[in-house]
Nanobody, 122 residues
Framework: VQLQASGGGFVQAGDSLRLSCAAS?????MGWFRQAPEKEREFVAT????????DYADSVKGRFTISRDKAKNTMYLQMNSLTPEDTAVYYC???????????????????WGQGTQVTVSS
């Protein structure tokens, strides 16, 4: 599965952005991770492709929404009420063999996109 992320940018605190991830194939779970400077890559959100079931990190719950368009094989991350703490490189990833108990784990994701920078200014 090849993944192409896009949609990052430079915004002000309180603004919104929508990230997109175009996939060449399908996967049981697809998700978003992010990595801030000098920090480890962390889980943001995931979606089960067939059912649309979603799961979020506590830090983004209520502000971010993950979704997918089956017809376009594309996943999205709508990010609202952005804060400077959301500044990071955002990566989309696919986990063909993930299950409920592993869907948040970075190592479960086999395929990765190239990342897109999101910078939120105060």
């Amino acid at each position: 599965v090849q993944l192409q992320a896009s949609g990052g940018g430079f915004v002000q605190a309180g603004d919104s952005l929508r990230l997109s991830c175009a996939a060449s194939g399908r996967s049981r779970y697809m998700g978003w991770f992010r990595q801030a400077p000098e920090k480890e890559r962390e889980f943001v959100a995931t979606i089960e492709w067939s059912s649309g079931y979603t799961d979020y990190a506590d830090s983004v719950k209520g502000r971010f929404t993950i979704s997918r368009d089956k017809a376009k094989n594309t996943m999205y991350l709508q990010m609202n009420s952005l804060t400077p703490e959301d500044t990071a490189v955002y990566y989309c990833a696919a986990a063909p063999n993930a299950i409920v108990s592993t869907r948040r784990i970075l190592g479960t994701y086999r395929y990765w996109g190239q990342g897109t920078q999101v910078t939120v200014s105060s």
